[in-house]
C-alpha cells in the first residue's frame, strides 16, 4: 500500500468512526413505545434527525469505494470472495440478531407484566407461526431484526456483494455515470422507484451509493486534492441548503450524503496530512462493533428509562442524551475490554477487524 492509499484508508476509518457515532445518536431517540408524543420532544427529534441524515448512505459509499480498489478474481475468485463476507459480515449479523433478541426478551417479559399485557407483546413471538417468529429474530424479510433494526445495512450489504461479478462487470466495460444516470433520475423524480419490486433489498439506495463508491475508487487521485477552503465551503453551503429545505430545492436532498461526506473529507484535511498522518486511536477500529451492538444496549436502557422517569417532554429530551452516552460508553468500553480480555471472541463478533 503505497502512502496515499494508506492516507485514504486511514482517512475512511475514522469517517467509518465517525459515522458510527452518529447513528448511535440517531438511534437514542426515547419516543419509540411512547403513545402520546410531546410536542417539545417530536420537535427535539427531529432536528436531531436532520442533524445526521445520511450517515447509512455514506457507509455504502465506503463500501463501494474498497470494493472497487480490490480485485477479488486475483485474490481467489468469488468463491473466496463470498467465503470471507460470510465471515465478515454473515457471521455477526446471526450472531448479534440472536444476542438482541436474547436480551431484549427478559425485560419485555417484565415490562409486560406490570403493565397487563400478554406476555408477548411487542417481542418476537407476536406472530402467530414460527416462521414469523425466525423472520422477527433475523430480519430476513423485514427492515432488520425485530430487536437489532440497525442490522439491516450489514444484511442488505451482504446481498450486494453477491451481485458481486455484475458489479465489476459494469465497472470495467461501462463508464460509471452511464450505470448511474437512470437511477440518478429515478432517485429524484419517483418517490420509490424500486422498494415496490424487491423491497427487501431498497435497491435505491444501496446500489445508487455503492456504485458512487466505486466511482470514487476510479478517480481515487481526485481524493488527494487539497483545495480545502473552497470544497469545505460550498459542502457546508449545500448541505444547509438541503437541511433547510428551500422551496425547488428539496432533490439537493438526494445529494446530501455526497456533501456531508465531502465537507468531513476536506475538514480531516484541516488538521491532518498525508505528511503528518496522526497513529490511530484503538477506539477508531470499533466502528462495526458498535454499529452492530449499540441498539441492543439501547433497547434496555430506553424501556427502562420510561419507567423510572416518565414520559413527559423533559423526560424524554434527558433520556434521549442519557441514551446516547450509555451507549457510547459501553460500546467503546466493552469492546476495548473484550479485545483486551478474549480477542478472539471479539474477532469472531467484530468480522475479523480489529
Same mark, same amino acid.
Given at each position: 500500500?503505497?502512502?496515499?492509499?494508506?492516507?485514504?484508508?486511514?482517512?475512511?476509518?475514522?469517517?467509518?468512526?465517525?459515522?458510527?457515532?452518529?447513528?448511535?445518536?440517531?438511534?437514542?431517540?426515547?419516543?419509540?413505545?411512547?403513545?402520546?408524543?410531546?410536542?417539545?420532544?417530536?420537535?427535539?427529534?427531529?432536528?436531531?434527525?436532520?442533524?445526521?441524515?445520511?450517515?447509512?448512505?455514506?457507509?455504502?459509499?465506503?463500501?463501494?469505494?474498497?470494493?472497487?480498489?480490490? $480485485?477479488?478474481?486475483?485474490?481467489?475468485? &468469488?468463491? $473466496?470472495?463470498?467465503?470471507?463476507?460470510?465471515?465478515?459480515?454473515?457471521?455477526?449479523?446471526?450472531?448479534?440478531?440472536?444476542?438482541?433478541?436474547?436480551?431484549?426478551?427478559?425485560?419485555?417479559?417484565?415490562?409486560?407484566?406490570?403493565?397487563?399485557?400478554?406476555?408477548?407483546?411487542?417481542?418476537?413471538?407476536?406472530?402467530?407461526?414460527?416462521?414469523?417468529?425466525?423472520?422477527?429474530?433475523?430480519?430476513?424479510?423485514?427492515?432488520?431484526?425485530? $430487536? $437489532?433494526?440497525?442490522?439491516?445495512?450489514?444484511?442488505?450489504?451482504?446481498?450486494?456483494?453477491?451481485?458481486?461479478?455484475?458489479?465489476?462487470?459494469?465497472?470495467?466495460?461501462?463508464?460509471?455515470?452511464?450505470?448511474?444516470?437512470?437511477?440518478?433520475?429515478?432517485?429524484?423524480?419517483?418517490?420509490?422507484?424500486?422498494?415496490?419490486?424487491?423491497?427487501?433489498?431498497?435497491?435505491?439506495?444501496?446500489?445508487?451509493?455503492?456504485?458512487?463508491?466505486?466511482?470514487?475508487?476510479?478517480?481515487?487521485?481526485?481524493?488527494?486534492?487539497?483545495?480545502?477552503?473552497?470544497?469545505?465551503?460550498?459542502?457546508?453551503?449545500?448541505?444547509?441548503?438541503?437541511?433547510?429545505?428551500?422551496?425547488?430545492?428539496?432533490?439537493?436532498?438526494?445529494?446530501?450524503?455526497?456533501?456531508?461526506?465531502?465537507?468531513?473529507?476536506?475538514?480531516?484535511?484541516? &488538521?491532518?496530512?498525508?505528511?503528518?498522518?496522526?497513529?490511530?486511536?484503538?477506539?477508531?477500529?470499533?466502528?462495526?462493533?458498535?454499529?452492530?451492538?449499540?441498539?441492543?444496549?439501547?433497547?434496555?436502557?430506553?424501556?427502562?428509562?420510561?419507567?423510572?422517569?416518565?414520559?413527559?417532554?423533559?423526560?424524554?429530551?434527558?433520556?434521549?442524551?442519557?441514551?446516547?452516552?450509555?451507549?457510547?460508553?459501553?460500546?467503546?468500553?466493552?469492546?476495548?475490554?473484550?479485545?483486551?480480555?478474549?480477542?478472539?471472541? &471479539?474477532?469472531?463478533?467484530?468480522?475479523?477487524?480489529?
Amino acid at each position: 500500500m503505497t502512502r496515499d492509499e494508506e492516507y485514504i484508508s486511514i482517512k475512511f476509518r475514522w469517517i467509518s468512526f465517525a459515522l458510527a457515532v452518529m447513528i448511535m445518536l440517531l438511534h437514542a431517540g426515547s419516543l419509540r413505545g411512547v403513545a402520546e408524543v410531546p410536542i417539545a420532544a417530536k420537535n427535539f427529534h427531529v432536528a436531531l434527525g436532520y442533524l445526521i441524515w445520511s450517515p447509512v448512505p455514506i457507509f455504502f459509499i465506503i463500501s463501494g469505494y474498497f470494493f472497487g480498489m480490490s $480485485n477479488y478474481v486475483r485474490d481467489g475468485g &468469488y468463491y $473466496n470472495f463470498m467465503s470471507k463476507k460470510c465471515r465478515t459480515l454473515l457471521t455477526p449479523y446471526v450472531i448479534f440478531a440472536l444476542l438482541g433478541t436474547f436480551m431484549a426478551m427478559p425485560l419485555m417479559f417484565a415490562l409486560n407484566h406490570i403493565k397487563n399485557l400478554p406476555w408477548y407483546d411487542r417481542t418476537v413471538f407476536a406472530g402467530e407461526h414460527w416462521w414469523q417468529w425466525c423472520d422477527a429474530i433475523l430480519g430476513i424479510s423485514t427492515a432488520g431484526p425485530l $430487536n $437489532n433494526g440497525p442490522l439491516w445495512y450489514v444484511h442488505s450489504l451482504f446481498c450486494v456483494f453477491m451481485f458481486a461479478p455484475i458489479w465489476r462487470f459494469l465497472f470495467r466495460r461501462l463508464t460509471c455515470w452511464v450505470f448511474l444516470l437512470p437511477l440518478i433520475l429515478c432517485q429524484i423524480f419517483v418517490s420509490n422507484p424500486f422498494d415496490t419490486v424487491v423491497p427487501i433489498l431498497n435497491v435505491r439506495l444501496l446500489v445508487v451509493w455503492f456504485f458512487a463508491g466505486m466511482f470514487l475508487a476510479g478517480v481515487s487521485p481526485i481524493l488527494l486534492h487539497k483545495r480545502r477552503p473552497l470544497v469545505v465551503a460550498l459542502s457546508g453551503l449545500l448541505v444547509l441548503l438541503c437541511l433547510l429545505h428551500i422551496p425547488y430545492l428539496g432533490w439537493l436532498r438526494f445529494w446530501l450524503p455526497l456533501f456531508q461526506l465531502a465537507f468531513i473529507w476536506t475538514s480531516f484535511d484541516l &488538521y491532518f496530512s498525508a505528511e503528518a498522518m496522526p497513529a490511530l486511536p484503538e477506539f477508531v477500529g470499533l466502528s462495526f462493533w458498535m454499529y452492530c451492538i449499540h441498539a441492543i444496549v439501547s433497547n434496555l436502557v430506553v424501556p427502562i428509562g420510561h419507567y423510572f422517569l416518565g414520559e413527559g417532554a423533559i423526560a424524554l429530551c434527558c433520556l434521549t442524551i442519557l441514551n446516547f452516552a450509555l451507549c457510547l460508553l459501553i460500546t467503546i468500553g466493552g469492546g476495548l475490554w473484550l479485545k483486551r480480555r478474549n480477542l478472539r471472541l &471479539y474477532e469472531v463478533l467484530s468480522g475479523g477487524r480489529g
